[in-house]
């Protein structure tokens, strides 16, 4: 199975929802986001927002259908909105440094591995677009 999907999976299992300590770790780091999401009281969109963002993280693991046209978009109307890009990729890692937090022991070398490697290729794929714009 996908490392990465099975790491999600056990977050799930564990904590149910993980968008609040998505974001309590993303503005932790990043306090001048928490502005963005003055409208978002409920935190449905937070909430959508982490669920496209896993999404995208499970197809660029898989057969990659839309994670590589849909991240450049996203990092272009994220500027728009006052994300920065060197701010926008750094989202992926908030998501596995709270996951791997949630997991303590049950975070394997494996799933570690798994997600160092979908880290570079994002990493990757966002330092070619800034390439591309310099
Ligand atoms: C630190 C990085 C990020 C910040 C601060 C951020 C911030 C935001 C904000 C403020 C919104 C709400 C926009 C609105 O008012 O309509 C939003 C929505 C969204 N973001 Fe991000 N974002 C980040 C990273 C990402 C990444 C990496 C992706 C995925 C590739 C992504 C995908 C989306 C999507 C799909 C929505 C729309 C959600 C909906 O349908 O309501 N974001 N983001």
Redesign the pocket.
């Known amino acids: 199975m996908n490392l990465v999907l099975e790491s999600l999976e056990k977050v799930a299992e564990r904590i149910g929802d993980p968008t609040p300590l998505v974001y309590q770790r ?1 503005f932790a780091r ?1 306090p001048e ?1 928490q502005v ?2 003055v ?2 009281s409920n935190d ?2 937070k909430g ?2 982490l669920a ?2 896993i999404e ?1 993280l499970v197809d660029f693991t898989g057969d990659r259908r839309y994670a590589a046209n ?2 450049p978009s ?2 272009r109307n ?1 500027e728009n ?1 006052g ?1 920065p890009p060197a ?6 890692g ?1 998501v596995m440094e709270t996951f791997r937090e949630v997991l303590g022991d049950e975070w394997t070398p494996e799933m570690d591995n798994a997600w160092r490697h979908l880290l570079a290729g994002l990493d990757n794929l966002i330092g070619e677009l800034a390439a591309a714009h310099a």
């Open positions: 993303l990043h986001m963005l999401f409208r978002d449905l969109v959508e927002m496209q963002v995208c849909m991240i996203e990092l994220h909105l994300v701010v926008f990729a750094t989202f992926f908030t």
